[in-house]
């Protein structure tokens, strides 16, 4: 297949659903959790849960980089934005995500400058233009995005910016992975793997999952008939009682990742020995910090950060959806004191986040679902 329309093809969405519900077991309650908010959306979007008979239930993974960063961070990143001659960019995404006293957006409003930029480089662009000013740039994101940061890193020490720094929050997918495997209010029996992530790491990080918790993994693309095939596939091991990982976006993931991109993560950054995630709490070896030899366009290490640990509000139960415990709409703010237009946590707000899905297409029935179930 070479077009998106063919990974949307009513016919072929109802026969994967078919397959679907020819493979699970009715004596038989599964519980796949699918890693990526990117999955997430495309499953609400295009209304694919109503193809799942009711004993295939999808748990939402951890995958939102903006979901999982606590407040404090967000904090932290901002009290720097109300220093003279600072610009502070981040991506779109991050803006009207709520800190303590206020979104990057609220604090632009309040006349700081806060810039929305579309990749590191953008933000390094920012900093050649702007000699007179420091520029920041807040580092978000899972290994998808890392590999950028590092080389507009590399950039800056190369052309010896000096008014240029990352404020890094970026995250690592595996330790999230087994954070979940390990809580004990979780059953899971297989993972739709997430296909961003793995353009870079490629499938064998996951190896473990299938050879040591016995979980099937299926790294998926994001179209519909992706993740309905991903979903086929998992079903398939365990009716042999097999666990092993597969990758269903061979058009997009070599299996054994991109080197190129790790190399440039590996120059530029090494573990943190532990990082807190919003949700799961503090992850050991689960995000990236910023090696000494780059320590001038490190924010953290240029600058003093107030570095709070902040909790979400007492009654958001961004933690509990987060973790897949709890469904959005389980959260006793969903749609009430916490909208897209007044979020109250982050889930709410990323394009990624299991909230804002839940929200923006829960009631829709897109036509190419309506017409392939009409089949
Ligand atoms: S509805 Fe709002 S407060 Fe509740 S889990 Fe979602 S983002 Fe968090």
Redesign the pocket.
Known sequence: MKYVDEFRAPELIAKAGEEIRRLADPNRHYRIMEVCGGHTHAIYRFGLKDLLPPNVELIHGPGCPVCVLPMGRIDDGLSLAAQPDFIFAAFGDMMRVPGTHGSPLEYKARGMDVRIVYSPADALKLARNNPEKHVMFFAIGFETTAPSTALTMVRAKTEGLHNFSVFCNHVTIIPAIRAILDSPDMRLDGFVGPGHVSTVIGCRPYDWIAQDEGKPVVVSGFEPLDILQSIVMLLRQLRKGEAKVENQYKRVVPWEGNRAALRAMAEVFELRPYFEWRGLGFISQSALKIRSSYAEWDAEQRFSVPGVRVT??K????G??LKGV?K?AQ?????N??TPEQ???????SSE???AAYYNYEHRKPVIIASAAAN
């Open positions: 979400d509000p009654a958001a139960q961004c509990e959806v709890l959005p959260c006793k703010l969903f749609g004191e916490c979020p109250v946590g982050a889930l709410m707000v986040g299991s909230c």
